[in-house]
């Protein structure tokens, strides 16, 4: 089956090969996990308290980002579906800050403003 994008479901991107791997790097996303259901309830899960309330400290939304991203690449798209918050929102006050501390990594550092970008917390 094809999603709109004309890309299989939950490959937004169409960057899956013949085999289901990923071309080019080949570190797990929520988007290429055989588990995709389950690991989607537990991010939703570990997100609850940012869906829940509308106004959380930035610290608070700082360290959900962090526990969500950490042994997996996370896109500012799914972040913001996951947190139920405003992406351009999220990558100013917190993306680009967790990055500046060294928090976070990016999947293509030397672009950051790569289409396919995708963060995971350093550990």
């Known amino acids: 089956m094809i999603g709109k994008s004309g890309a299989p479901p939950g490959n937004k991107d169409g960057n ?19 588990d995709f259901p389950r690991e989607r309830e537990d991010l939703l899960e570990i997100a609850r308290p940012a869906r829940e309330k509308s106004r959380l400290s930035p610290e608070e939304l700082r360290r959900l980002i962090l526990i969500l991203c950490t042994d997996r690449f996370l896109t500012l798209h ?46």
């Open 78 to 123: 799914e972040l913001s579906q996951l947190l139920k918050r405003d992406s351009n929102g999220l990558r100013k006050n917190h993306i680009k800050k967790l990055v500046e501390m060294k928090k976070l990594r990016l999947r293509y550092p030397d672009v950051p403003s790569h289409r396919n970008q995708a963060y995971k917390t350093v550990q």
């Open 16 to 34: 899956q090969g013949k085999n289901g791997a990923t071309s080019g790097n080949n570190e797990k996303t929520l988007g290429n996990t055989h």
